[in-house]
């Protein structure tokens, strides 16, 4: 199975960009779709960002449309999601998530669909 492991979360202002992270060890991360969540205290995890196994397809959250940008790089077995103008309101611990087929929403942005994550990475937004 694929081992996913989050990097680039921090503490940074508003406006400012962040750009996360994500490797992927064990198998190689072209069979996956990549899709990032992100979740708050007493809040579902929601998927706020995917992409297909070729980079062709992309989801995004409403929220993120027009400041995020998803990414992959299979030679490089890694993946990564840039929020630009971050908001209060994106602070949440944010996972990597790996599933094996694309489907549209509802059905491909459900944490459910995904059956491997990583550990997450706390990113947080001083007003």
């Known amino acids: 199975q694929v081992h996913l492991v989050e990097s680039g979360g921090g503490l940074v202002q508003v406006g400012e960009s962040l750009k996360l992270s994500c490797a992927a060890s064990?198998?190689?991360?072209?069979?996956?779709?990549v899709g990032w969540f992100r979740q708050t205290p007493g809040k579902e995890r929601e998927c706020v960002a995917a992409?297909?196994?070729?980079?062709?397809?992309?989801y995004y959250e409403d929220s993120l449309k027009g400041r995020a940008t998803i990414s992959r790089d299979n030679a490089k077995d890694s993946a990564a999601l840039e929020i630009r103008t971050l908001e209060p309101e994106d602070t949440a611990v944010y996972y990597c998530?790996?599933?094996?087929?694309?489907?549209?929403?509802?059905?491909?942005?459900?944490?459910?669909?995904?059956?491997?994550w990583g550990q997450g990475t706390q990113v947080t937004v001083a007003a």
């Open positions: 992409i297909n196994q070729d980079g062709g397809g992309t």
């Open positions: 998530a790996a599933a094996w087929a694309w489907n549209p929403p509802p059905l491909g942005i459900r944490a459910e669909h995904y059956p491997y």
């Open positions: 064990g198998r190689p991360i072209s069979n996956y779709v």
